[in-house]
């Protein structure tokens, strides 16, 4: 289990994330991810109904001790790391 963290752009490190906003109207984009199992950068945008794709953010998207994003993420053109974000805590499956 690896604790999630604010991302540093200088120092990044596995399970570390930062919220990306819209520039036309502010609302969350998305998240920019640091891969837990290779820290890998990737991004994870947020769900968008007219496409189904997605991680839908539960609870305040800016409170990344207690974030929650579903569905799982999963680095399967990398790593292979695959888990879920529940409660601002990475798990393995
Ligand atoms: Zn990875």
Redesign the pocket.
């Known amino acids: 289990m690896i604790k999630a963290r604010w991302r540093d752009d200088d120092n990044p490190v596995p399970g570390a994330l930062k919220p990306v906003y819209n520039s036309s109207d502010h609302t969350l984009a998305g998240y920019r991810y640091t ?1 837990v ?2 820290g ?1 950068d990737s991004f994870l945008p947020v769900y968008d109904k007219s496409t189904g794709k997605g991680w839908e953010v539960v609870g305040d998207p800016e409170a990344v001790e207690s974030l929650n994003i579903r569905p799982s993420i999963w ?1 399967k053109d ?2 292979g ?1 695959h888990g879920w974000l529940v409660n601002g805590e990475f798990i393995s499956v």
């Open positions: 891969c199992g290779c890998g680095h990398g790593c790391w």
